[in-house]
Antibody, heavy 123, light 108 residues
């Protein structure tokens, strides 16, 4: 079954850390890049980070640079998001999304999403 | 950073009617635009990419148009399952990838 399953969310105090996981199944994991997209309660979607299929290319939204790190383990078909120095503005549901492309690789899109994991930063 | 602006924020529509959603980019994104649908408690779902190409399994009542800075998502005859929030997203110039704020299509 083709799917992404996130885990690792929870309630954490400001300044603490959390590591999210995204387990993939049903497709060739190493062929794809993966993104993290978050959604604060009642708000819209915000792109957070990406790790491309090569495992060496990462990008982050400015608000998490230096605090969040994305990584992948191709042997475990899993993507991780290490989140340090969390603050209340990081409270959101975090989705893992696969970066797919059309046949000509000119158009890229989130073609598979997990159900997300909820992170609440609160004292 | 390219800012994506969607209008209206809320769109009341009766079942069977046409819905027209707008998305504007702060600078040209060519045709590098996608649309996603999100229902309450669910993850987003890809509807359209390349501004006008329907994703696999998406019904023909969904159509996208536009290029440059102005884009439109049209739902030709709204079904009950189409009431949801719709987001546009550009992938022409990134990072960061950016989404619009969403349009909530609700029952009139």
């Amino acid at each position: 079954q083709v799917q992404l399953v996130e885990s690792g969310g929870g309630v954490v105090q400001p300044g603490r850390s959390l590591r999210l996981s995204c387990a993939a199944s049903g497709f060739t994991f190493s062929n794809y890049g993966f993104h993290w997209v978050r959604q604060a309660p009642g708000k819209g979607l915000e792109w957070v980070a990406v790790i491309l299929h090569d495992g060496n290319t990462e990008y982050y939204v400015d608000s998490v640079k230096g605090r969040f790190t994305v990584s992948r383990d191709n042997s475990k078909n899993t993507v991780f998001l290490q989140m340090n120095s969390l603050n209340v503005e990081d409270t959101a549901r975090y989705y893992c999304a696969r970066w797919g492309a059309d046949d000509y690789r000119r158009n890229w899109y989130f073609d598979l999403w997990g159900r997300g994991t909820l992170v609440i930063v609160s004292s | 950073e390219i800012v994506m602006t969607q209008s209206p924020a809320t769109l009341p529509v009766s079942p069977g009617e046409r819905a027209t959603l707008s998305c504007r980019a702060s600078q040209s994104v060519s045709s590098k635009l996608a649309w996603y649908q999100q229902k309450p408690g669910q993850a987003p779902r890809l509807l359209i990419y390349a501004a006008s190409t329907r994703a696999t399994g998406i019904p023909a009542r969904f159509s996208g148009s536009g290029s440059g800075t102005d884009f439109t998502l049209t739902i030709s005859s709204l079904q009950s399952e189409d009431f949801a929030i719709y987001y546009c997203q550009q992938y022409d110039n990134w990072p960061p990838l950016t989404f619009g704020g969403g349009t909530n299509v609700e029952i009139k």
